[in-house]
C-alpha cells in the first residue's frame, strides 16, 4: 500500500491549493484518511480527517478555510485550502488508520510522503 501527495507549491496569503493524495495497491477498503502537517520547528500535526462514513474534523486554525474530502471508489483523498495564512506553510502529510486488503489482512497507520506548502508573497 502506498500513498502518494501532489499538489503543493507557491501560494500567496489568501490564495488557494487543492492538495490530493492517491492511495494504491490491493485494497478493499481504507478507514480513517486525513492530512497532517509539519512545519519548520514543529511536530506533526493533525489538520483534517474524515472516517469511511464521511464524517470529518478539523483542527481549530484550519475551520471554515480548509475542506477535506475522499473519493472512496477511486481511492483518493484531497484537502481544498482556502484563504491560505503564512502560517500554513508546512509539509503536509497524507495518512490512513487502516487499510483492509482483498487478502482480509489489515495494515494500520500508512503514511504517504509529504507535499511541500508554501504562503509567501
Known amino acids: 500500500v502506498q500513498l502518494q501527495a501532489s499538489g503543493g507549491g507557491l501560494v500567496q496569503p489568501g490564495g488557494s491549493l487543492r492538495l490530493s493524495c492517491k492511495a494504491s495497491?490491493?485494497?478493499?477498503?481504507?478507514?480513517?484518511m486525513g492530512w497532517f502537517r509539519q512545519g519548520p520547528g514543529k511536530e506533526r500535526a493533525l489538520v483534517a480527517e474524515?472516517?469511511?462514513?464521511?464524517?470529518?474534523n478539523y483542527a481549530d486554525s484550519v475551520k471554515g478555510r480548509f475542506t477535506i474530502s475522499a473519493d472512496n471508489v477511486n481511492n483518493m483523498l484531497y484537502l481544498q485550502m482556502d484563504s491560505l495564512k503564512p502560517e500554513d506553510a508546512a509539509v503536509y502529510y497524507c495518512?490512513?488508520?487502516?487499510?483492509?486488503?482483498?487478502?482480509?489482512?489489515?495494515?494500520?497507520?500508512?503514511w504517504g510522503q509529504g507535499t511541500q506548502v508554501t504562503v509567501s508573497s
Open positions: 474524515i472516517t469511511l462514513s464521511g464524517r470529518t
Open positions: 495497491g490491493s485494497m478493499f477498503s481504507i478507514d480513517g
Open positions: 495518512h490512513a488508520d487502516r487499510v483492509t486488503m482483498y487478502t482480509g489482512s489489515n495494515i494500520f497507520d500508512v
